[in-house]
């Protein structure tokens, strides 16, 4: 009997919600119409792109007037929605901002009970521009996959705004334990097993909040399993702002 692979494509963050008036990155980061064009390409590159693979979509994300919307587009498996986190004032908007990320992604990850080949963690708003194939990745217990290059510092500067998208280098090494490295937090690919593992890394990391939460996803995981690297590159998988209005 063929085997049919599973994985548990799981949905984190913010899913929209915020006026398509475009006065700030976190409106044009989360409009109706990013939302729409990552399902877009979720659906060509992702889902259909691997025909042979079953895929049950789980997220977490907080309540909007749009939520019914995403909820229909996505038709998952499991999901939650919460109302907007309430996070202590003392904290930095970009620390609030991670420590939502935080509890959005444990949350999400403990949806997810089955037995499946693969889980898929990703934020709602990317854009993969070409094809992932599952069959291809043939991962270990303890590999993680990420996008090739992402947040990798190369001559002082990181490669994660528009300035550098279309003018990456392509033959940038990747050094264990190098702490110049960052890891791009967009989207990663990992077996079942290594679940508690990334939300260890979650709950780890807010302990941790004065350092960039790229660097510190690169040394916890290099000590805590393998990094292995996508031959799709950062600018193959951006976030959908960019795209669309051109925006950091």
């Known amino acids: 009997m063929l085997y049919i692979m599973k994985v548990a494509f799981c949905l984190y963050g913010l899913s929209g919600g915020f006026s398509e008036r475009i006065e700030s990155r976190a409106n044009y980061s989360h409009t109706l119409d990013v939302m729409k064009k990552s399902y877009e390409s979720y659906k060509k590159n992702i889902f259909e792109a691997n025909k042979d693979v079953n895929f049950d979509v789980y997220f977490h994300t907080r309540k909007h007037k749009n939520i019914e919307t995403i909820i229909n587009m996505y038709n998952p498996r499991g999901y939650i929605v919460e109302d907007k986190q309430v996070l202590n004032e003392r904290h930095k908007p970009w620390n609030i901002a991670v ?68 003018n990456c280098p392509k033959n940038i090494s990747w050094k264990k334990n190098d702490k110049t490295n960052y890891l791009n937090d967009w989207w990663m690919i990992f077996r079942v097993n290594m679940k508690e593992t990334v939300i260890n890394m979650e709950t780890s990391h807010k302990n941790h909040l004065t350092t960039n939460i790229h660097k510190y996803m690169a040394n916890y995981f290099s000590k805590h399993g393998e990094i292995v690297l996508s031959d799709l590159r950062f600018y193959d998988t951006p976030l959908t702002r960019y795209i669309l209005y051109g925006k950091v």
Do not use: A, W
């Not at 990317?126 to 270990?140: G, S």
């Not at 993680?144 to 994660?160: A, C």
């Open 99 to 166: 420590l939502s990320r935080h509890d959005s992604v444990s949350k999400v990850l403990d949806l997810v009970k089955e037995e499946y080949d693969y889980i898929f963690l990703c934020r709602f708003d990317v854009t993969f521009l070409n094809p992932l194939k599952f069959n291809n990745l043939n991962l270990t217990k303890n590999q993680l996959y990420f996008s090739e290059q992402s947040h990798v510092m190369h001559n002082g500067n990181i490669l994660d705004t528009p300035k550098y998208y279309n």
